[in-house]
């Protein structure tokens, strides 16, 4: 692309407020998705078993899942969040946080970003993006190579529902996570 048209981007990119960029992102990662004709309900690995790094690698809540030769990832917690005085999820909904412990494998460092490699569906296959919450630190950033990061990725899903899947996704493979309890 011509570096003169991409200045007018940056300009408008830089000016929408921080989560207007995490909607864009997360409706990049939609269109990618949908794009390419993927549906991470019916993927490999997603009802259990697989785990190939090309079909990914479906684990248990503390189960370390070995994503290709990049990462090892590990769902630590799934638990429901009211949120804050400032930020509460929508009548009905509640957030779901997820917490993760995920390490480089690799010999370089690795960049982690995961509004768009993370997602969550729940039991009727309804697609939720990451959001961005002040009050959750997420494993974003570079990874030195062996080191390991813990953090929150949160979700805003309804109150009833109690069954989702954690989906990781990435060129370096995918990973599956069952959650079924959720705890407060």
């Known amino acids: 692309m011509d570096d003169r048209r991409a200045v007018p981007f940056m300009k408008f990119f830089t000016r929408i407020a921080h989560w207007q960029r995490w909607a864009l992102a997360g409706v990049a990662l939609t ?18 078993g697989d785990s190939t790094a090309k079909g990914g690698h479906h ?3 503390n189960e370390a899942a070995q ?18 005085d400032t930020e509460k999820p929508n009548g009905g909904s509640t957030y779901l946080l997820c917490d993760l412990r995920i390490t480089n494998r690799t010999s ?13 569906l729940d ?4 697609l939720y993006t990451p959001l961005p919450l002040s009050f959750v630190t997420t494993p974003d950033g570079t990874l030195a190579s062996g080191a390991a ?12 529902d109690t069954q989702f899947t954690l989906v990781y996704s990435a060129v370096e493979g995918q990973g599956y996570w069952n959650i079924s309890k959720l705890s407060s």
């Not at 549906?39 to 259990?48: K, L, N, Q, V």
């Not at 994503?67 to 804050?84: D, F, N, P, R, V």
């Not at 370089?108 to 969550?120: A, C, E, K, N, R």
């Open 59 to 61: 684990a248990a809540l």
């Open 67 to 84: 994503i290709g030769t990049t990462w090892t990832m590990q769902l630590t917690a799934a638990k429901a969040s009211q949120g804050t």
């Open 108 to 120: 370089g460092s690795q960049d982690l970003y995961t509004v768009t490699t993370f997602t969550l």
């Open 149 to 160: 990061v813990s953090g929150e990725i949160a979700f805003m899903v309804p109150a009833s």
């Open 31 to 48: 269109l990618v998705l949908v794009g390419c004709g993927s549906s991470t309900a019916g993927a490999p690995g997603a009802a259990g």
């Open 123 to 126: 039991a009727h296959g309804q």
